[in-house]
């Protein structure tokens, strides 16, 4: 489906405001547009009318009266009211002239000697004329000034009621893209929650931030500026051609080859403008993940003295962005002011042409008012036309932008499901487990052991050999392609993610702390914890000790990653957090590796207590705090090479036993 198809969808959602804005929108535009007829009316039936035929007439009403005769505009004569003598009123320059005689007379028009002569290409004709004074030309206007003023007062009606209805219909179509944006971002954020953990570890975070906040707020210009400016030119221009048509087909039907050209010049800009844009928002991404990973290092920046490197490789990106943009806004100045004024300016030269020969050649006579409403719809013609030309570059960005969000929603997800299983025993076993984060890469080879409930499991092996992996394993995080691994006799690829973790606890090497309180570090706000729960976990890991100093205790704010913090802070609110949801399984990480001594030994104390009920998988490279483990698996390269209790591995001399004696060694020998 294509990106314009899906955001329409999106847009769907919220049909019912959307239509109530496009009607306003269409309420407001047909408002805005009868103002030019309301002008013709004015100027051709009621400024210029004066020069209508006249009657006499011995009804005062609406008439006019002069040389102690009343006289009548042809227009105002009621039906069957009879006529008198006809008389005219001509206008020339400033001045205006009373004929009190018929008159067909039409052309060039001069006044001399009493005489109001009219001279065209069929000869001259004089008529008897009579100079009006200033309050006798007022007179003569006197009924047409409250139809003057009803229509004044129509127009500015009709302007109150166009802006009313245009506000109204931005409100209601920015609040839906407000809703359609905030939609789309639950939906964003909420699928990046059902990606699996491999999708992480290839996408940098700057990139996804960048996609949840920057590209759907350009989605979001989209629905407010671009859409709402193509609503509005569409029934703008439509409006304007229906004025257009019932004032002169003929000239209507000539300016509607704008519409193809318009459409030619969008299509030759969407061109060059969709590849300019995608690099545009790649490099905006690239940046964005380029100053999180630069905040995030700038310890090890500084430490290795890499600030000019780090400083040229982010210059290198923003000046591919700077070269990109400028190609951009080159393109859209050429595209929109030229486009416009040429459009303008062929249009005005075929109005003049057309009715400039008609007038030449007598076919036809234009009237000052409809002269008038032609230039004002033509005029009014090309403000939606550069709207929609100036929003070419906002709805490029836009589809874009859609185009990123959509390919991260496209991401194969899996649903999270709130099923409930009971607390499960916590008998597990790896039955010939092999797992490859690559194709045909194996880092576990057929990996086999079995761990009761209750037991104490320690895995222990070089770097590289395997230990998160199997951790990875046990949660799902990843799944094995060979083997099987049961939890409780049962494979845990058939049994939801969210199910098997709903039992586990885990605590690893570098704990990672959310914006928030110690406590609700622990609780992560799940209502199944209690405050009750949170303190007693605390309190499990001798965690009241080493954070009785800080001021509030356990509603000691902690902000981002919990940098105020200690390390062994850290690590006992992890491993609290780990404990307050009672899990059947607890898998410790390298739990105590960032600790200090004292530290370690408030969690050596603990751990015999929370080991009783629960399956306990120890990953560690100090073999001191696995001693006391059931079984002690050792990995070598991702193969079990040995298995046992720690006398038993001892008592074999094998790698085990190497790797212990050189820790011992170590110690005695620091």
């Not at 789309?184 to 990139?207: C, E, S, W």
């Not at 690099?279 to 905040?295: D, Q, T």
């Not at 210059?315 to 591919?320: L, P, R, V, Y």
Request: hydrophobic share 40%; proline share 2%.
């Amino acid at each position: 489906m294509s990106v314009g198809k899906r955001l329409y969808k999106y847009a769907l959602l919220f049909k019912k405001t959307i239509i109530i804005a496009l009607l306003m929108l269409t309420v407001s535009v047909g408002a805005e547009l009868v103002g030019p007829f309301i002008a013709k009316k004015m100027i051709d039936d009621h400024v210029l009318g004066i020069e209508e035929a006249w009657f006499e007439s011995g009804n005062v009403e609406d008439a006019v009266a002069f040389n102690n005769t009343y006289y009548k505009r042809e227009s105002y004569l009621g039906e069957g009211e009879e006529k008198g003598e006809q008389a005219h009123i001509f206008q020339l320059g400033l001045r205006f002239f009373f004929v009190e005689e018929p008159v067909a007379g039409e052309g060039e028009r001069s006044f001399s000697g009493g005489q109001l002569t009219f001279e065209n290409e069929n000869g001259r004709q004089s008529f008897d004329a009579v100079e009006l004074s200033k309050s006798e030309v007022l007179a003569f206007y006197g009924p047409e000034i409250p139809r003057i003023i009803q229509l004044v007062v129509l127009y500015f009606a009709l302007t109150i009621v166009a802006a009313i209805f245009h506000f109204g219909q931005d409100y209601q179509l920015q609040r839906s893209a407000n809703r359609i944006i905030q939609k789309m971002r639950t939906d964003v954020f909420g699928h990046i929650q059902r990606l699996p953990i491999n999708y992480f570890d290839t996408l940098p975070a700057g990139k996804v931030v960048a996609r949840i906040t920057n590209d759907t707020e350009a989605i979001r210009e989209l629905y407010v500026q671009v859409l709402s400016q193509f609503f509005y030119s569409a029934i703008y221009i439509t409006g304007i051609f229906v004025a257009l048509f019932i004032l002169d087909p003929t000239l209507a039907a000539i300016c509607l080859i704008l519409l193809p050209i318009l459409y030619v010049w969008m299509a030759f800009y969407r061109k060059y403008a969709s590849k300019y844009n995608q690099v545009v928002r790649s490099k905006v991404s690239e940046i964005n993940a380029s100053i999180n990973e630069s905040i995030q290092g700038m310890p090890i920046i500084q430490a290795f003295r890499r600030e000019k490197a780090t400083k040229n490789e982010f210059e290198k990106m923003n000046d591919t962005h700077f070269k990109f943009q400028n190609k951009l806004l080159i393109l859209n100045s050429l595209m929109s002011h030229n486009l416009v004024s040429i459009l303008r300016n062929i249009t005005f030269v075929t109005f003049i042409w057309y009715f400039g020969s008609g007038v030449l050649d007598g076919s036809s006579i234009v009237t000052v008012g409809v002269l008038y409403a032609f230039v004002d719809y033509i005029t009014r013609l090309f403000q939606p036309v550069t709207g929609i030309v100036n929003q070419l570059a906002n709805l490029e960005l836009a589809l874009v932008a859609g185009e990123r969000v959509f390919k991260l929603l496209d991401e194969d997800g899996e649903d999270v499901k709130d099923d409930k299983t009971e607390r499960y025993k916590g008998h597990v076993e790896f039955d010939e487990v092999s797992f490859a984060y690559k194709e045909e890469e194996y880092v576990l080879k057929k990996l086999s052991f079995e761990a009761k409930p209750g037991e104490t499991i320690g895995l222990v092996g070089h770097t590289g050999s395997g230990k998160s992996s199997i951790m990875n394993l046990l949660f799902r995080f990843y799944d094995c392609q060979k083997g099987e691994i049961r939890i409780d006799g049962k494979n845990i690829k058939e049994l939801p993610r969210q199910a098997i973790r709903d039992h586990m606890g885990i605590v690893l090497q570098d704990p990672y702390l959310f914006t928030g309180t110690i406590a609700s570090n622990v609780s992560l706000n799940d209502p199944r914890v209690s405050r009750e729960q949170v303190e007693s976990a605390l309190r499990s890991v001798g965690a009241d000790r080493v954070l009785k100093h800080l001021e509030n205790g356990f509603d000691e704010p902690v902000i981002e990653k919990g940098s105020t913090l200690s390390s062994g802070q850290r690590q006992l609110i992890s491993f609290a957090r780990a404990l307050a949801f009672d899990p059947a399984i607890l898998i410790l990480d390298e739990a105590t590796s960032s600790v200090d001594t004292e530290t370690e030994s408030i969690i050596q104390e603990a751990m015999e207590t929370l080991k009783e009920g629960r399956t306990t998988f120890i990953i560690a490279h100090r073999l001191s705090t696995i001693k006391n483990a059931d079984q002690i698996v050792v990995l070598d390269r991702g193969e079990i090479v040995e298995k046992g209790s720690h006398d038993e591995l001892m008592a074999l001399r094998g790698k085990y036993y190497q790797m212990y004696k050189l820790q011992q060694g170590t110690k005695q020998a620091g």
